[in-house]
């Protein structure tokens, strides 16, 4: 029965992705006219082709549509064939806030150069600057998108490459914003040097397999900076995550790598510079977690490695939720945050190990570079501050060193367990 | 206004040549210097300070203000034989004991700072770090002198001070966290925040919090605490309140100076 199911799924699915796949092209597409077709299309507002939509019709297959400086305002461009779009100069593309500008069906697709601007907003239906529909090998770059709904949208699509864009959206509610780059159902998509800003999550996946996010600046956005679920498989490098309204989320996803990554300056009671949500073997790396309201939320993060990382003036460096399942953290910095740890346990299955402590009071009487006496970074005054956060008001109060130096000599709210029993004298990194 | 500078110019004279105040001065230097030295980061250094500035400070201006009070009783009869306006030589006893007081304060957290090269990026906090100390000084020293008015027996007016002191620094937050944990159940923002204005200490270490937990304190839900920290608004009523507890003992002390019987 089920594989009944499963059978009568994909014939839909392919049926489906066929009529999608002719339909704009007999549709909207006027007929190739006969003969030879120019491999180069100039489009400009007072030449003889004015419009991408007339290139379209008439360039030929992997030609080039070169686009000069000028404002085009048409209906939804749809490329069915694969073609290179190509701005010179200040090509701007206007959708007037009402439409989505440019639809990419077909493989081998590049746009490159664009200028696209004021996306439609709709409720129902999620308005792109560029949605890539079912197609492989496109290429979006060099493109900038101001005031987007949504801003590259690629759906079901496959080993394409986003670079150097950059989105720009100034929208102020969730409810009326869409995500910068948005990927869903995807795999293998390459996505370097693009910065996102305004948006309501910078870059968002779901469902995507195997992408690798380089280079990317995603600031000021809404939400999240960089959102993703049930993403196998991605690794994040040398990206930076600034001032976003809750800061970078990952849920529900195995082999995330992330490395050289910053986190910055995200501030708010629910805002934190990384949230790992039910990920598992995953690996942090040389990572940056600067004046965040909280550095890094470990929720259900199994088996999770996080080393070489800095954790610098956050409020809470790592909150570590007893959902967390043998993490281990070696040779990281943490220096200058209000608490360094937070657990919501006293039971612990996490290992510290080799972490520099700003907080740490032991003495290294070998020079070794060792502390000789354990650190145990869970504060007795995090832990009354979770069960009553008004009591945050008294922090660094007098009273409150009391109760923690007298903690400090027989704890008994503390995890006794979570201790670095090997804390380094100086910075590692 | 002739008299308050003379008798300032006087006690501060006298208050400078003190030990006790050239060892407070050369104690926070020791202090700041070994801190920085061992840490190796001002920042670092700078949050142990924290707590030094806000246990210590008022412990030393309260009762070296009123010892030094009490010890200043003869020369404060003598003056009075003279015809001099008695609001005018309160306002001179409290000067001269709070400027050298402060100035000692200052010298000695501030050089260590300024002859090891500390970088402009901690110089914010540092003048943040001065400004409460300096206030909490004015404040003790407050308190202070209206103790040694109000009390003619010197070892009650010591033990009063040292009384205020604990309450202030200690037991006040142990009574706030106590009322926190049995009304947890109850939106306690405002009538935390009234709490906190009703203390220097509290309101001194929430401003240095600003500075150095600014993070952590953004991570609070209440939207309370969010506006009254966000914006001017916080430091506009913690200066007044700061303003009210200096204001108030000294206008209390100068009462009962002027009706006072020597």
Known sequence: MREAHRVARVVAGVMVALVVATMPAAATIPRVPAGRAPMVVEVSPDGPVRSIREALASVARGGTIVVHAGTYRDTTIVVAFPVTIAGAGDAILDGEGKRQIMTVTSDSVTVRGLHFENVGVAFTEDLAAIKVVRASFCTIRDNRIDNAFFGIYLQEASECVLEHNELRATRTRDATSGNGIHLWHSREITIVGNRVSGHRDGIYFEFTREAHVRDNVSTDNLRYGLHFMYSDSCDYQRNTFRHNGAGVAVMYSKHVQMTDNRFEGNRGSSAYGLLLKEIADSHLQRNVFSNNTTGLVADGATRLLADHNQFVNNGWALKLQASTEDALFTGNDFAGNTFDVATNSRSNTSTFAGNYWSAYDGYDLDHDGTGDVPHRPVRLASIVVAQNEPALILLRSNFLLLLDAAERVIPALTPETLADSTPAMRWVQ | ?262
């Open chain 2, 1 to 262: 206004m002739n008299t308050i500078l003379k008798v300032l110019k006087y006690q501060a004279k006298d208050a400078l040549r003190s030990r006790w105040l050239i060892a407070y001065a050369l104690f926070f230097m020791l202090i700041t210097d070994g801190l920085l030295r061992f840490s190796g980061d001002p920042m670092k250094a700078q949050l142990s300070l924290v707590s030094v500035v806000l246990f210590l400070v008022p412990l030393v201006s309260i009762v070296f203000g009123t010892v030094y009070l009490y010890n200043a009783r003869e020369f404060i009869e003598l003056l009075l034989a003279q015809p001099v306006n008695r609001r005018q030589m309160y306002g001179g006893l409290y000067l001269g004991l709070t400027l050298p007081l402060a100035l000692a304060f200052t010298v000695g957290l501030g050089l260590p700072f300024v002859l090891r090269g500390a970088d402009a990026t901690f110089s914010g906090s540092l003048g943040a770090l001065l400004l409460a100390g300096v206030a909490l000084t004015c404040v003790f020293t407050a308190i202070a002198s209206l103790i040694a008015v109000r009390c003619e027996d010197r070892l009650r007016g010591l033990g009063a001070a040292i009384g205020v002191w604990m309450l202030l620094t200690v037991v006040y937050d142990g009574v706030v966290l106590f009322i926190l944990a049995v009304f947890s159940n109850r939106p306690l923002e405002h009538a935390t925040l009234g709490l906190m204005m009703a203390n220097p200490i509290d309101i001194a270490r929430i401003a240095l919090l600003l500075r150095f937990d600014g993070a952590a304190m953004m991570g609070y839900t209440g939207a309370v605490f969010l506006r009254f920290f966000g914006n001017a608004q916080g430091v506009i009523v913690s200066a007044i309140a700061l303003v009210l507890w200096v204001y108030a003992p000294v206008a209390l002390g100068m009462r009962a100076f002027l009706r006072k019987d020597f």
